[in-house]
C-alpha cells in the first residue's frame, strides 16, 4: 500500500491569463479548481499508474469538503482529519504567450496539538512492514519543522519506506532521519547547501552528502531539463522530454508518485526513472494538477534517454 500525508492541502485554482502583467489589469481566460497538495497530487498519479493509495492529513472547512468530494470521485481512498478552520486556496497564474507559471500558495491553517496527535497516530496505525509512506510539501506554520523527521523515524521502526519531498527546514531535518527516497528540486538542494548550482556536476557533488544520513535512493529534479538519479553506487542523468506545455503545477508530485509506484512494484532503477519522466512530463501536457493519461505515459517512456556516470565520468 502506498500511503501519502499532506498536511497542508489545498484548492489549487488555475487561471490562464494570455501576457499576465504585475501592476496592470489582468483579464483571465479560463479557471479550474483541483484538489491539491502534494501528497495529494501523488495519490492522484498512484492512481493513474493503477495502483491502491491512501490518501491522509488534515482538511478544514468548504475547501476540504471539496477536496474530499474530489477523491472520492475518483474512487481514491481517502481518511482526512476534518479540523476547524479553512484548509487554503493556492493560486497558480498560467501564461502561455510568455510561457510562464506562476505560483501564490496561501500559509494554510494551523492545528491544534491534540488534532496533530491524532493524525500522526493514524497515519502510523496505516501504515505497515513493507508500504510505502510518501511525506510531502509544507505544514501547518505552527507544527515543529523536525515533524517528517519524526514520522520517518517511526515508519522505518515498522519496516515502512518513506519518501520525503519538501523543503527548507522540513527537508533538512527529515534527510536526518534517513528516509529511503528524497526528490529535491534543484531550488530546495541548493537552499539545503546554502550555495549556487549551476551545473549536473556540482548538483551531484553537492547531494552525495545526503547519503551519509542513511538515504537509498537520490532523485534530483531539474524541471524541462530532466533530473538525476542517485544511489551510492551509481548516478544516471536523465534528459528532459519536450513536450507541449500547458501546466507545470503537479509535475514533482507526478514524478513522486511514479517513483512511489516503481518502489511498490519493485522495478529496477532504469525501469522507475523511466516511469517518473514520462508519468511527470506526461502531467506537464495537462490543465491545473491534473495527471496523464496511462497511454501518454507508455509513449512518452519510449523516449526517455539515460546517461550513465561512474565516477563522474560519462560511461555510456
Ligand atoms: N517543461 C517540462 N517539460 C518536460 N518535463 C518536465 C517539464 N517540467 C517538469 N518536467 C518533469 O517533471 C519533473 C519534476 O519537475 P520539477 O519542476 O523539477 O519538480 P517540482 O515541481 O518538484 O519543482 C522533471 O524532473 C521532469 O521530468
Ligand atoms: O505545500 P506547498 O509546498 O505549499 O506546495 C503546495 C502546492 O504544490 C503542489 O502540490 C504542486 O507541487 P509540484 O508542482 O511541486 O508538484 C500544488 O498542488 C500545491 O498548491
Redesign the pocket.
Known sequence: MIVTLTLNPAVDKTIEIDSFQINHVNRVSSARLDAGGKGINVSKGVHTLGEKSKAMGILAGKSGQFIKEQLDILKIDNDFLFVGGETRTNIKVVDRINHSNTDINEKGPDIAEPDLAEVICKTLEAVHDGDILVLSGSVPSNIDSNIYGVLIARAKEKGVKTIL?ADGALLKQGIKAGPYLV?P??YELERLYNTQITSKEKAIEVAMDIFAYGVELIVI????E??ILMTKEETVI?E????D?IS?V??????VAALAVAIHRDYPLEKAIRL??AT??A??MTSGTETGEMNVIEQLEKKVKLISYDNREVVK
Not at 529534479?221 to 524541462?224: K, V
Not at 503537479?250 to 514524478?255: K, L, V
Open positions: 519531498d526528490k528540486n534543484i529534479s531539474l524541471g524541462e530532466g533530473s536523465v528532459g522530454i519536450e513536450v506545455v507545470t503537479g509535475a514533482g508530485d507526478s514524478m517518473a519522466t511527470s512530463a502531467s506537464v
